[in-house]
């Protein structure tokens, strides 16, 4: 991970509205510390998928990503969050 | 339901640009181009792994007999990879000790004389 720069990141009010959306129960809320760490979560999934895609992609000897790159990391990604 | 529908699609067009914003950090880090549609399709995963952990942290609370959700329960959510778990809890226990800072702050600025219960310094003047 770099550090220094600013990564990119998503929202707090994203993921803060991402979760209220899916929760059952309209009385769940989520605490502000709670939705940093989620927040913080959601990015590493994204920059996980990206990364492993992007591997796959160098070892097939290509130079841009592919849906298919990204199938075949698809499983393993699931299996590890 | 046309209004749900609607948020729902604005949230993911919100996810979906994030997304290709560090797919556009880590193409340029790694000199690899992505696929529109490896972004949407990560976007997909993401959404979907996000209702995954939304219902997972609603159990959880739930099983704890509290209606918000704590940091806690987002430890217990990042438990099935080490690494993971390992970086959520020191995050958390960051966040924890800033809040403790800002808190303790706070109190000196408000009474300065009260530090009955804060552990003794030394080297502070």
Do not use: W
Not at chain 2, 86 to 109: A, P, W
């Amino acid at each position: 991970m770099a550090d220094g720069e600013p990564e990119v990141m998503f929202k707090k009010e994203t993921v803060g509205k991402l979760l209220s959306m899916f929760f059952k129960d309209e009385k769940t809320r989520v605490g502000g510390d709670a939705v940093i760490l989620m927040t913080e979560m959601l990015t590493i999934f994204v920059r996980e998928a990206a990364r492993r895609a992007a591997k796959q992609a160098h070892t097939e000897h290509s130079d841009a990503v592919d849906i298919e790159n990204f199938e075949k990391i698809l499983p393993q990604l699931l299996l590890d969050f | 339901m046309d209004e749900e529908f609607s948020r729902s699609q604005r949230l993911k067009a919100a996810v979906h640009f994030t997304v290709s914003k560090i797919c556009e950090e880590i193409g340029q880090d790694c000199g690899k181009e992505f696929n529109k549609l490896v972004i949407a399709a990560i976007t997909e995963t993401a959404f979907k792994q996000c209702d995954i952990f939304a219902k997972d942290l609603e159990a959880f609370a739930r099983h704890a007999k509290r209606t918000t959700i704590t940091v806690e329960d987002v430890k217990l959510a990042a438990r099935r990879s080490t690494s993971l778990a390992i970086y959520i809890t020191q995050k958390g226990e960051e966040l924890t000790s800033t809040h403790k800072e800002q808190r303790e702050r706070k109190k000196k600025q408000s009474g300065k004389s009260d530090e009955s219960e804060a552990p003794a310094k030394g080297s502070e003047d």
